[in-house]
């Protein structure tokens, strides 16, 4: 039986470890996105493309520490002999031994609220960008003298182009 505990409770300090670094790295890319929100509104075209690149490098990360905790989480519900393969954090909170419950209980918070900022900096970068293309269309229309009912088709090279006729009439890309 002491075996069994002493198993549990390495079980519980590895998840400790994981979500530190889980949270550590979530906050990392809270804060690229709220520095991306700043690179966009300035217009900061070489800003954005290497905060773009630090988030595309942390991402794997993100994933490996996301499956150590879903490991150290199917471990202790092995342990613990739960009918669920990989209980949730907060199945796991009441499932501590005391003296990794208030932790467990910090961290569940801090990824709740990291992940919420995260939605919220995706959602106004989101927005920020759709106006950027939008603004950017309409320069094009006022360019062009396109007139508003003309239907308006930009590719994935960046080209404008009039749906009627299917002609490039300007490149956004230059």
Do not use: W
Request: net charge neutral; glycine share 6%.
């Amino acid at each position: 039986m002491n075996q069994k505990l002493t198993k549990k409770d390495g079980a519980f300090q590895e998840l400790v470890q994981s979500l530190s670094i889980e949270v550590g790295m979530y906050d990392e890319l809270s804060k690229l996105l709220k520095a991306k929100q700043t690179s966009i509104i300035k217009g900061d075209v070489d800003s954005l493309q290497n905060i773009v690149h630090e988030e595309q490098r942390l991402i794997p990360k993100i994933r490996t520490a996301t499956q150590a905790r879903e490991l150290c989480a199917t471990t202790i519900g092995a342990v613990s002999h739960l009918r669920r393969k990989t209980p949730s954090l907060k199945e796991l909170i009441d499932l501590s031994p005391s003296h990794f419950t208030q932790q467990l209980i910090t961290y569940r918070e801090t990824l709740i609220v990291c992940l919420d900022q995260i939605a919220h900096a995706n959602r106004e970068n989101e927005f920020l960008l759709n106006s950027s293309v939008d603004l950017v269309r309409g320069l094009a229309q006022v360019l062009l003298g396109k007139e508003e009912s003309d239907t308006v088709h930009y590719g994935g090279q960046g080209k404008f182009g009039d749906n009627r006729t299917r002609r490039a009439n300007i490149d956004c890309q230059g």
